[in-house]
């Protein structure tokens, strides 16, 4: 049975995803939140707005740390209480589960939750060693680890214990791209072929160019209330009924099995069981496709199908926009791309823009009930969350 | 081993500076630790000694890294991989000398050790893997 909404998500914010050229992050986000604000127009912000709760990765890319005050200045919030959260790649992800909890808590009515990345100024090498930061410095780091190289370690793994191919990796990309060239708001809108993908470069073997996300400037936001005041604010309000989070090692190395994040299988099933719902339920999901070896084991691990099939599911189609079960409506973090700390909440705009029936090109037809699962560093936190329309 | 040293990560490092491969190893519930830990996370026992480890083991995975950070350009393209030790637990290093076309997940590797680098965080002495040495000199 499908249980009751945790809260409800009024509006949601995304500012253009891409190389934006002479931005500061706070500025990014405030595209976002302007948004947001317009798009709900019974919600006074300055006035409704108790709260912030934003997810930032890295103080190194734009030299600046205490995001939570800065953006809340940025999107006219103050002197509302904000805070920062930092979970590498899953940090708007916890937010939103912060968010979740202020309001469940009855300190807060409505809050705002979101996130940005600024990261395109910086060259490729630099972003490698900032977002490496988000491994194990003594044993990863170290020894000349990249994130790649963690996700390529997984990849090889999967290969050689399920006879993943390089093939259905690409598949991954193929697909994203597809969506993403539909998305106005995506990094890389173009569609590419499977033999481009196959033919790009090596960035950490098995792992090409076109099985990476994207180095992106962007940031999101959603505005939630308790349920039972979302009709004060929209007539279309989107339910989150289920929320799940995970820790694991932070060394990749540390764990007993490397072709599944367990973080992301219990984050999966505490969603699961929270919002009384199962996989087969699913119209539409959003994964952590940071890698595309990475959306093959989501697949696994949310239950989308058994462990070791994730590769044949994308090859067999099920995942595509006219699919059984869309995976990445938006691009993913493949073609969207993938400013770290906006992701997750990101992702639940995607879902916001589906469950409304907002997603123009890309939507897909009799949507019900969403997943956004949101993975940082290299399964050391993972979310999931469970939507459902009004 | 009969040592004192705390039993911290810094510890392991300079271990590695005198060629050692090693663990913790919890002398109340037996859990071998690797990074070493002052607290044990099975029993929360702080009582622990220093195992030398044989540094050998059986390849989990591995990847050629070609793009890298800043500090690491000179030596891309190189290999890494993940060990599983014959005493247990798993590590994480480069591996040396092997090509990497001939690098298979299965494969047996040793530990050996880079002791250029002086032990003084956080700049540490690096371990590293190789091939075994055969008794016949093929490998």
């Given at each position: 049975?499908?249980?009751?909404?945790?809260?409800?998500?009024?509006?949601?914010?995304?500012?253009?995803?891409?190389?934006?050229?002479?931005?500061?992050?706070?500025?990014?986000?405030?595209?976002?939140?302007?948004?947001?604000?317009?798009?709900?127009?019974?919600?006074?912000?300055?006035?409704?707005?108790?709260?912030?709760?934003?997810?930032?990765?890295?103080?190194?890319?734009?030299?600046?740390?205490?995001?939570?005050?800065?953006?809340?200045?940025?999107?006219?919030?103050?002197?509302?209480?904000?805070?920062?959260?930092?979970?590498?790649?899953?940090?708007?992800?916890?937010?939103?589960?912060?968010?979740?909890?202020?309001?469940?808590?009855?300190?807060?009515?409505?809050?705002?939750?979101?996130?940005?990345?600024?990261?395109?100024?910086?060259?490729?090498?630099?972003?490698?060693?900032?977002?490496?930061?988000?491994?194990?410095?003594?044993?990863?780091?170290?020894h000349?680890?990249?994130?790649?190289?963690?996700?390529?370690?997984?990849?090889?793994?999967?290969?050689?214990?399920?006879?993943?191919?390089?093939?259905?990796?690409?598949?991954?990309?193929?697909?994203?791209?597809?969506?993403?060239?539909?998305?106005?708001?995506?990094?890389?809108?173009?569609?590419?072929?499977?033999?481009?993908?196959?033919?790009?470069?090596?960035?950490?073997?098995?792992?090409?160019?076109?099985?990476?996300?994207?180095?992106?400037?962007?940031?999101?936001?959603?505005?939630?209330?308790?349920?039972?005041?979302?009709?004060?604010?929209?007539?279309?309000?989107?339910?989150?009924?289920?929320?799940?989070?995970?820790?694991?090692?932070?060394?990749?190395?540390?764990?007993?099995?490397?072709?599944?994040?367990?973080?992301?299988?219990?984050?999966?099933?505490?969603?699961?069981?929270?919002?009384?719902?199962?996989?087969?339920?699913?119209?539409?999901?959003?994964?952590?496709?940071?890698?595309?070896?990475?959306?093959?084991?989501?697949?696994?691990?949310?239950?989308?199908?058994?462990?070791?099939?994730?590769?044949?599911?994308?090859?067999?189609?099920?995942?595509?926009?006219?699919?059984?079960?869309?995976?990445?409506?938006?691009?993913?973090?493949?073609?969207?791309?993938?400013?770290?700390?906006?992701?997750?909440?990101?992702?639940?705009?995607?879902?916001?823009?589906?469950?409304?029936?907002?997603?123009?090109?890309?939507?897909?037809?009799?949507?019900?009930?969403?997943?956004?699962?949101?993975?940082?560093?290299?399964?050391?936190?993972?979310?999931?969350?469970?939507?459902?329309?009004? | 081993?009969?040592?004192?040293?705390?039993?911290?990560?810094?510890?392991?490092?300079?271990?590695?500076?005198?060629?050692?491969?090693?663990?913790?190893?919890?002398?109340?519930?037996?859990?071998?630790?690797?990074?070493?830990?002052?607290?044990?996370?099975?029993?929360?026992?702080?009582?622990?000694?220093?195992?030398?480890?044989?540094?050998?083991?059986?390849?989990?995975?591995?990847?050629?890294?070609?793009?890298?950070?800043?500090?690491?350009?000179?030596m891309?393209?190189y290999t890494v991989g993940?060990?599983?030790?014959?005493?247990?637990?798993?590590?994480?290093g480069m591996i040396r000398g092997v090509?990497?076309?001939?690098?298979?997940?299965?494969?047996?590797l040793?530990?050996d050790?880079d002791?250029?680098?002086?032990?003084?965080?956080?700049?540490?002495?690096r371990y590293f893997f190789s091939l075994?040495?055969?008794?016949?000199?093929?490998?």
């Amino acid at each position: 049975m499908i249980r009751k909404p945790l809260v409800s998500i009024v509006s949601a914010g995304l500012s253009k995803f891409g190389r934006l050229e002479g931005m500061y992050g706070r500025e990014i986000f405030a595209e976002a939140a302007k948004e947001a604000f317009e798009r709900c127009p019974n919600l006074n912000p300055a006035k409704d707005i108790e709260a912030l709760f934003v997810g930032h990765m890295g103080e190194s890319y734009e030299h600046q740390g205490h995001t939570g005050p800065t953006l809340a200045d940025w999107a006219g919030l103050l002197p509302k209480p904000a805070m920062r959260l930092e979970s590498a790649c899953a940090s708007s992800g916890v937010a939103l589960r912060t968010g979740i909890f202020a309001i469940l808590s009855g300190m807060h009515d409505v809050v705002m939750v979101g996130g940005v990345e600024k990261m395109t100024h910086r060259t490729t090498s630099e972003v490698t060693e900032f977002l490496a930061m988000a491994s194990d410095f003594p044993f990863e780091q170290w020894h000349g680890i990249t994130f790649p190289g963690l996700y390529a370690l997984m990849a090889t793994a999967h290969m050689h214990k399920y006879g993943t191919t390089e093939e259905q990796m690409a598949l991954v990309a193929v697909k994203n791209h597809h969506n993403g060239a539909l998305n106005p708001k995506a990094h890389m809108q173009k569609e590419i072929t499977l033999e481009k993908a196959m033919s790009s470069r090596v960035i950490a073997w098995p792992l090409k160019l076109y099985d990476c996300s994207l180095i992106t400037d962007g940031a999101s936001c959603l505005i939630l209330t308790r349920p039972d005041l979302a009709k004060k604010f929209t007539d279309t309000p989107i339910h989150i009924i289920g929320s799940g989070q995970a820790s694991d090692a932070i060394g990749l190395y540390e764990r007993e099995e490397l072709s599944t994040l367990n973080a992301g299988r219990l984050a999966g099933q505490e969603a699961y069981k929270m919002a009384g719902v199962k996989p087969k339920d699913l119209d539409v999901a959003e994964v952590h496709d940071c890698f595309t070896i990475a959306e093959i084991i989501a697949y696994e691990d949310l239950g989308l199908c058994k462990p070791g099939k994730g590769g044949s599911l994308v090859e067999k189609g099920a995942t595509t926009l006219d699919g059984e079960i869309p995976v990445n409506t938006s691009g993913g973090l493949k073609s969207k791309g993938h400013p770290v700390g906006a992701t997750g909440t990101a992702q639940a705009y995607e879902l916001y823009l589906q469950l409304t029936g907002q997603a123009d090109r890309r939507q897909v037809s009799g949507v019900e009930i969403g997943l956004s699962h949101n993975v940082g560093g290299s399964g050391a936190t993972a979310t999931v969350h469970i939507y459902r329309r009004e | 081993m009969s040592e004192t040293r705390p039993f911290t990560m810094e510890s392991f490092y300079k271990f590695v500076s005198e060629r050692k491969l090693v663990a913790a190893k919890c002398n109340e519930c037996g859990t071998m630790l690797l990074p070493p830990r002052p607290v044990c996370t099975k029993c929360l026992s702080t009582d622990f000694k220093w195992v030398e480890l044989k540094g050998k083991g059986k390849l989990l995975s591995y990847t050629v890294i070609h793009v890298s950070p800043v500090q690491f350009q000179s030596m891309a393209p190189y290999t890494v991989g993940i060990l599983e030790l014959e005493d247990g637990p798993h590590l994480p290093g480069m591996i040396r000398g092997v090509k990497s076309e001939k690098i298979r997940v299965g494969m047996d590797l040793k530990v050996d050790f880079d002791t250029s680098i002086p032990a003084q965080w956080p700049l540490w002495p690096r371990y590293f893997f190789s091939l075994p040495r055969s008794p016949h000199g093929s490998s």
